[in-house]
């Protein structure tokens, strides 16, 4: 069975730091994307970055400069740096993955982890 599980959240001042971590376990053939999305109170859950299995990246305009996504393909862990914190920072931050389980012919099936909660105070 496989399991997204995430940490490195908690309560920050606005300018502070802190570094997301995700690690997919199970039976994995490959992960092709890995990402966050996060998802405010009241709010549609979006996108914040996405990494590729080669590192190319792509983020939501409004982390751009400030947030850097990475990964460990050995290790199945995709990774977020926050920098800058802003209030409006604060959410849910889910980790995402695109997998095919068991060989290439597999269809890819999207995964989510449970979620971690981001607050960053004013």
């Known amino acids: 069975q496989v399991q997204l599980v995430e940490s490195g959240g908690g309560l920050v001042q606005a300018g502070g730091s802190l570094r997301l971590s995700c690690a997919a376990s199970?039976?994995?053939?490959?992960?092709?994307?890995m990402g966050w999305y996060r998802q405010a109170p009241g709010k549609q859950r979006e996108l914040v970055a996405t990494?590729?299995?080669?590192?190319?990246?792509a983020y939501a305009d409004s982390v751009k400069g400030r947030f850097t996504i990475s990964r460990d393909n050995a290790r199945n862990t995709v990774y977020l740096r926050m920098n800058s914190l802003k209030p409006e920072d604060t959410a849910v931050y889910y980790c995402?993955?695109?997998?095919?389980?068991?060989?290439?012919?597999?269809?890819?099936?999207?995964?989510w982890g449970q979620g971690v909660q981001v607050t960053v105070s004013s």
């Open positions: 995402n993955a695109d997998m095919k389980i068991y060989s290439d012919y597999d269809p890819v099936v999207d995964y």
């Open positions: 199970g039976t994995i053939f490959s992960i092709n994307v």
């Open positions: 990494i590729t299995s080669r590192g190319n990246t």
